[in-house]
């Protein structure tokens, strides 16, 4: 399923975002593209070593919130541009987060040309088959200012934890 994000204030530049998030043999596929003037976005290369890492969303970051179909709790997945990633669990609305069990680090992949800037990521999440999803990223600009994207911006202030801005379910065929 893909759609288009919308930021939660107007960006310094023109930017647009689109994200997909479809479900292929137990993996969760991922995909950000971001066109416009993105040689003013802070768009760290993707290095070799991809460690685990907190705070990504301090900088340039796509997120995927995922809540089952059923029962209480969900993931939050980060990735920088650069190849960090991290993986959280929560027992309810932004209570309970502990690091999320990922038996595999996710593949990463991106692609950038003079005005478009593709970000792929795979992870392999067998217990989540039907899901709930939130698409969001944080983009960093270059002047210092920071932008919230999401499907839909449902508070007075960005908050990506708030299924009432998700998608409906994505299901694994």
């Not at 969760?28 to 066109?35: D, F, G, I, K, S």
Request: hydrophobic fraction near 40%.
């Amino acid at each position: 399923m893909a759609v288009i994000l919308l930021p939660f204030s107007k960006p310094p530049c023109r930017l647009k975002l689109r994200a997909a998030a479809s479900f292929h043999k137990e993996e969760l596929l991922l995909r950000y593209t971001l066109t416009g003037d993105i040689e003013r976005v802070l768009l760290p290369a993707l290095k070799r070593s991809r460690p685990r890492k907190d705070g990504l969303w301090k900088s340039t970051c796509f997120e995927a919130f995922l809540s089952p179909e059923t029962g209480p709790g969900y993931w939050e997945l980060n990735f920088s541009p650069s190849g960090a990633w991290n993986a959280y669990r929560f027992d309810g609305y932004r209570q309970g987060m502990r690091e999320g069990p990922v038996a595999l680090p996710p593949r990463i992949r991106t692609t950038r040309a003079k005005t478009e800037f593709t970000f792929t990521a795979r992870i392999a999440l067998p217990a989540l088959r039907a899901v709930k999803a939130g698409l969001t990223s944080v983009l960093a600009i270059r002047d210092g200012t920071t932008t919230y994207w999401s499907l839909a911006h449902p508070a007075p202030k960005p908050d990506f934890h708030d299924p009432k801005g998700w998608l409906p379910t994505i299901r694994d065929p």
